[in-house]
């Protein structure tokens, strides 16, 4: 079966038996030998409405008919025209200008090349350098690397091959706070940006702070004369219980970062989206002072009518107390993990709920244990996390939180 294939974060010496997805309906995935199981976790949290939702097939199938792709340079569409407004006016401030790609990585990207650019239109030539933070995870891509958790993620592998960024600790204490200050003293002469995945840090450890963090870096950026951009890629369209997370700080960042549940899971989608005074920066009388960037795919019509009609769908139900209830049940039914001495922490913000170990010994048997329970639940690291549908049921969701208290408790 693995004959043509390459797995993601796979080793492939070992990797003999993938199981076979065939369909996938509301929060079920039915494989190719029949087995049924529930999905823990949405398909790295992008089907938020769940799967082959019928709103979305049919606005897809109607663009599909219409005009599936069309390049973007020179040319626009009313699938991008109507996703952007949408975007804009759902997206707090004046974060107006919205940028498309088709992945998360390369609107990080973008966004840390807008930021960089920013500044060299301006003749800010030293503005170069991104800070961000231990535990963040921006994506797979060279530039995006270089600003994940240098512990967790790629650094050591990629040795003396990624830029240097500045990568420091969450400003979490007054301690650090004071630390986080000095640090701009010293090197804010060269920072373009401060990024951040505003109060959830996930695929680096599913890790929770406080809304005034956020408080504290907009003032900080403010006064150091540096942009703060939101990485809310894993965060944004409701996940922590607000449509974005930044609206729980009542702060608005220069520049933010969409993808993953943008197009409900249907179709690849990201956006990078700006304020207007980051705008401003690049209108000139130079050519050169245009941003420098342009994916084939960018707003792609399909991916666009798929956005279009996910963001339609938060009108249609009340999802907000959807994603409260799934707090509340994760939070009761996970509680009982504590007992456990293998158990370093129990989390739960929104619809993200996180048993933490102290350490996984052998992965592959937890995950194929958790598949013994008819549940689709990827740990990583030390980490076992649900982000499930926002439409899931009840039952459906104490079946995936004893699956994970039955797996921790019995092997
Ligand atoms: C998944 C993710 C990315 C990368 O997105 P891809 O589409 O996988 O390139 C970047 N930032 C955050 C916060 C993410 O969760």
């Known amino acids: 079966m693995l004959k043509n294939i390459w797995l993601p974060y796979t080793q492939m010496q070992t990797c003999n038996n993938p199981i076979v997805a065939e369909l996938t309906k509301g929060c079920k995935i039915t494989l190719r030998d029949g087995t049924e199981l529930i999905d823990g976790i949405a398909s790295w949290w992008t089907a938020c409405h769940g799967y082959n939702h019928s709103y979305i097939a049919e606005q897809v199938q109607k663009q599909l008919y219409k005009m599936p792709h069309i390049m973007f340079g020179g040319i626009i569409h009313e699938p991008a025209i109507k996703l952007s407004a949408k975007l804009a006016s759902l997206l707090p401030g004046d974060l107006n200008k919205v940028f498309f790609t088709e992945s998360g990585s390369v609107s990080v990207e973008v966004a840390m090349k807008m930021a960089i650019q920013f500044w060299l ?164 009388d130079k050519e050169n002072h245009a941003l420098m960037h342009g994916p084939t795919f960018m707003a792609n019509p399909l991916a666009c009518a798929c956005a279009i009609a996910s963001l339609e769908l938060f009108d249609q139900y009340d999802w907000k107390n959807n994603v409260k209830n799934i707090e509340l049940q994760m939070t009761a039914e996970l509680e009982v993990c ?60 104490t079946k995936l939180t004893q699956a994970i208290v039955h797996t921790l408790f019995y092997g």
């Open 121 to 284: 239109n301006q003749n800010h030539l030293k503005k170069t350098k991104i800070l961000s933070f231990y535990g963040g995870y921006h994506g797979d891509t060279m530039a995006t690397m270089a600003v994940c958790d240098p512990d967790e993620g790629m650094h050591q592998l990629f040795q003396g091959i990624l830029p240097h960024q500045h990568i420091i600790a969450l400003p979490k204490t007054k301690q650090l706070q004071q630390e986080f200050i000095a640090f701009l003293e010293k090197y804010h002469h060269e920072i373009a940006a401060i990024l951040i995945e505003p109060l959830v840090q996930g695929a680096g450890g599913m890790l929770i702070h406080d809304p005034e963090l956020l408080m504290f870096l907009r003032k900080q950026a403010d006064h150091f004369n540096i942009l703060l951009i939101f990485d809310e890629i894993f965060t944004g369209l409701g996940r922590t219980g607000s449509l974005f997370a930044c609206n729980q700080a009542n702060v608005v960042p220069d520049i933010i970062t969409l993808s993953k549940a943008l197009s409900g899971g249907t179709m690849a989608l990201a956006a990078t989206i700006a304020r207007e005074h980051i705008f401003n920066g690049f209108l000139s």
């Open 338 to 397: 504590r007992k456990l001495d293998i158990v370093k922490d129990v989390r739960v913000k929104g619809a993200i709920g996180v048993v933490e170990l102290h350490k996984i010994k052998n992965i592959n048997l937890l995950k194929n244990r958790l598949l013994d329970h008819k549940v689709w639940i990827r740990p990583f690291g030390d980490i076992i996390y649900l982000t499930p549908s926002f439409t899931i049921t009840t039952a459906e969701l």
